[in-house]
């Protein structure tokens, strides 16, 4: 029935917000804690940091995975990675391309919690079950929401049919092990290839839009 949902609202209002899912991901499709040992360790998972050791000798896949299309209107968390992602580079003082753009962004965080504490600037809180959250929020204006990590939320999301779109950095690295871009359930769909870029370290960038 979300799938459902999700589709109409696509064919009936063009005005709402697009989706568009954010990741790195290995050859293999895991996109579990690519930038730290810590990152994200849950089901035992103990190979994280494995994109953090490519972008340090490929610095020009990180600025092709930074050059978005400037029509971002916010940005959509599950809690887990808005704490350890926003959390992270809000306390960093290494220069980097992140913490600017994310303190000024507007975040959406969703949350069964309806009391969660979200302590970072310009954060909002969308509690419930997040494919009726995320489905009202789209419908909520116009623009790009970007969703970055977020591996749970993103499968229930793409089991809902409410993503439209993905930016994704492929490393030419094999993990072997870990939660996946894409779980069973996701809801089939076709894809337009709208950005491509081959660094000369390997790493692709690929931008789709759904057709």
Same mark, same amino acid.
């Given at each position: 029935m979300g799938a459902e949902r999700a589709a109409d609202a696509r064919e009936t209002d063009a005005d709402?917000?697009?989706?568009? #899912?954010?990741?790195? !991901?290995?050859?293999?499709?895991? *996109?579990?804690?690519?930038? /730290?040992?810590?990152? =994200?360790t849950s089901?035992?998972?103990?190979?994280?940091?494995?994109?953090?050791?490519?972008?340090?000798?490929?610095?020009?896949?990180?600025?092709? #995975?930074?050059?978005? !299309?400037?029509?971002?209107?916010? *940005?959509?968390?599950?809690? /887990?990675?808005?704490? =350890?992602?926003?959390?992270?580079?809000?306390?960093?003082?290494?220069?980097n391309p992140f913490t600017d753009v994310l303190r000024a962004t507007p975040k959406f965080v969703a949350s069964r919690n309806p009391a969660a504490d979200l302590p970072h600037p310009n954060s909002e809180l969308v509690a419930g079950e997040a494919v009726e959250t995320i489905s009202q929020l789209k419908k909520?204006?116009?623009?790009?929401l970007v969703m970055l990590g977020s591996a749970t939320l993103l499968h229930s999301l793409q089991a809902a049919d409410l993503v439209d779109g993905y930016i994704?950095?492929?490393?030419?690295?094999?993990?072997?092990?870990?939660?996946?871009?894409?779980?069973?359930?996701?809801?089939?769909?076709?894809?337009?290839?709208?950005?491509?870029?081959?660094?000369?370290?390997g790493a692709i960038l690929a931008e789709y839009r759904r057709s």
């Open positions: 709402m917000r697009t989706l568009i #899912a954010v990741e790195f !991901s290995s050859l293999d499709g895991v *996109m579990q804690s690519p930038g /730290r040992p810590d990152e =994200d089901d035992g998972f103990t190979r994280g940091g494995w994109a953090a050791n490519h972008m340090a000798v490929d610095p020009e896949a990180g600025a092709a #995975a930074m050059a978005g !299309s400037g029509a971002t209107e916010g *940005m959509v968390f599950g809690r /887990r990675t808005y704490d =350890d992602l926003v959390g992270h580079w809000l306390a960093t003082s290494e220069p909520a204006g116009d623009g790009e994704l950095t492929i490393l030419p690295v094999t993990v072997g092990a870990g939660k996946r871009l894409f779980a069973d359930g996701t809801v089939p769909a076709t894809l337009k290839l709208t950005r491509s870029v081959v660094t000369q370290k």
